[in-house]
């Protein structure tokens, strides 16, 4: 199996729901990707087909291979005048790597607690895929060798029918060889589809059951229809003809959805069925609207007031399919096809690193965009084009004076911690979010991503609180630079006394919440006698809680405050 293909297996599964881990258990996560790439086996032909070259195999010897030959022969039987076609039959050497074998041997070692493999060959990997010589016989029955197979831990025999319902699959070892395999049966989709025009139909498949014997079915897809295999990914599958039938395909429940140009034109489950080709049939009305619908969109982004283009941005589209990544250009711009007008759409967009001492913008910022006709437009426009206006960071320089710029790290106390407040509308200071806070000669360097009236927050401690002067961004400033002045307030210490029905708290642990959301707590211990002494008290009162209790607000605007939890219960 390809690592393309394991990948998309792994997308199989979680789109499934999980499905089923085949007594594999944590061992799944130490199975690295080291198979080669299978060739397509021949549909409905009998050329040979020639062995890749063999991938290295010095890690083999970790569970005692068995290097001597090792003849193999067995029968592909027929089933209703159905057989194998002789050119088709191949067989996968897997191998177990080093560092699986190691794991394995420290779970026997562990006394093989827990989940494990019920044989060490469900770790190998197939390595490569080789041709096995084959002929069929008067009464339809193929005959696989006699063939020598070379050293392995596990052997994978494939081989394709005659039709498009029968496979023939199995895993073996040197100590399990078949006699003789019998065909699978597997299921078609049938796909009936009107495609308006010159639009472009694709499906996406997702299951919606556990499959059993899901690693079979995956190694059957992997060769016989890796392009069905990978529309249960984040591949959709592109369809050509009105009526297209799909298979193999697993017999099981599987959604299927209708894509024309890019939106979603019908969503139907099937219960696929073991010997039947299903059919689905999909609305032509809706095909027509989808296509409808379907637009392109250009995006150009540039500086705002100047208009000056910003390449190298990169810009992630998060839609129904998945996502997709395009990079902006010289112009600013990036092009996205088969976007959905009638809704908004969302965005990502990661700007460049640039070689500033302050960064010009944001790591990262959403982005929606409407791409609903406006007055301007027609609404059979093929392209939707959109400017996007972006402003630079703007900086608050603050000067810290004395304040300490970084945490002192002493165990349990991060403080201090600045935060950025911008004034809401009403008037009231309320946190928001900065990309960054860089300590500078003078202080910090605080980032404000959006327009207005800011000011900086120092919490020396839950009980320690400084503000800053105000600046409003939305008045144009030098580099987009704004000073501002962080000047410690004179504090007061005060002695906290607390009791429970006059007896004092002694060696009680005491958290002090955070002066602002999302700040953390800190917690302070009481002595003998129930005390503790704040430094530096500049708020009127703070929040504690102390184990057994609510949270109390305390006055600390004195010298003294006590605290009798009898009296505050």
């Not at 084959?134 to 193929?142: E, I, L, M």
């Not at 939707?384 to 004395?402: A, F, K, M, Q």
Request: some cysteine.
């Amino acid at each position: 199996m390809s690592t393309a293909g394991l990948r998309s297996w792994v997308r199989w599964w979680a789109m499934g729901g999980g499905a089923v881990l085949l007594a594999l258990g944590w061992w799944m996560w130490h199975r690295a990707s080291v198979e080669g790439a299978a060739p397509a086996l021949v549909p409905r032909s009998a050329q040979s087909i020639a062995s890749p070259t063999p991938a290295p195999s010095e890690q083999v010897a970790a569970l005692g291979l068995d290097h001597g030959e090792a003849l193999f022969q067995t029968l592909l039987l027929p089933d209703g005048g159905i057989g194998a076609i002789q050119g088709s039959v191949r067989v996968g050497i897997a191998k177990v790597s080093s560092e699986d074998a190691a794991s394995y041997r420290e779970w026997l070692d562990s006394g093989a607690e827990g989940a494990g493999p019920a044989d060490p060959s469900e770790l190998a990997t197939v390595e490569q895929w080789i041709a096995v010589p084959a002929h069929r016989r008067p009464d339809g029955t193929v005959e696989v060798g006699p063939f020598n197979l070379p050293a392995a831990h596990r052997y994978d025999l494939l081989a394709q029918a005659e039709d498009d319902l029968h496979v023939y699959a199995a895993s073996f070892t040197r100590a399990s060889m078949p006699a003789s395999i019998g065909p699978r049966l597997a299921a078609g989709l049938r796909i009936h589809h009107s495609v308006p025009n010159s639009g472009r139909a694709q499906l996406v498949l997702r299951r919606s059951a556990e499959l059993p014997n899901a690693e079979t079915w995956q190694a059957v897809m992997q060769q016989l229809a890796p392009d069905v295999l990978a529309a249960f990914g984040d591949e959709p599958l592109t369809l050509g003809a009105t009526v297209q039938s799909l298979a193999p395909l697993p017999p099981s429940p599987i959604e299927v959805l209708l894509l024309i140009d890019g939106i979603e034109a019908g969503r139907r489950t099937v219960a696929l069925q073991a010997g039947v080709i299903s059919d689905l049939r999909f609305d032509p009305v809706a095909q027509g609207v989808a296509q409808a619908v379907s637009v392109n969109l250009q995006l150009r982004f540039v500086v705002r007031d100047t208009g000056v283009a910003i390449a190298d941005i990169r810009v992630t589209h998060h839609g129904d399919q998945g996502e997709q990544q395009r990079v902006s250009d010289q112009t600013g711009g990036v092009h996205f096809s088969n976007l959905d007008r009638q809704r908004p759409h969302n965005f990502t967009l990661r700007f460049p690193v640039d070689e500033n001492e302050l960064p010009t913008w944001p790591e990262e910022m959403p982005l929606e965009v409407s791409l609903e006709a406006r007055s301007d437009e027609s609404t059979d426009q093929p392209v939707v084009e959109r400017r996007i206006d972006l402003s630079p960071l703007h900086w608050l320089l603050v000067r810290t004076g004395t304040l300490p710029k970084e945490s002192r790290r002493q165990v349990g106390n991060p403080y201090p911690i600045f935060l950025l407040q911008r004034q809401a509308a009403d008037g009231t200071w309320q946190d928001t979010a900065s990309d960054h806070f860089m300590p500078v000669s003078e202080g910090l360097a605080v980032s404000c991503a959006e327009r207005g009236r800011y000011r900086v927050m120092g919490a020396v401690s839950p009980w320690t609180v400084h503000l800053s002067t105000t600046a409003d961004t939305r008045i144009a400033a030098q580099d987009h630079k704004y000073r501002v002045d962080l000047t410690p307030q004179l504090g007061h210490s005060v002695d906290l006394v607390l009791q429970r029905d006059g007896v004092p708290l002694a060696s009680t642990p005491v958290q002090f919440q955070g002066p602002a959301r999302g700040l953390p707590p800190r917690t302070l211990t009481t002595d003998s006698r129930g005390r503790l002494r704040l430094d530096d008290v500049t708020r009127e009162e703070v929040v504690v809680e102390i184990p057994g209790s609510d949270e109390i607000r305390v006055d600390v605007s004195g010298t003294v405050a006590a605290v009798d939890l009898a009296g505050n219960e």
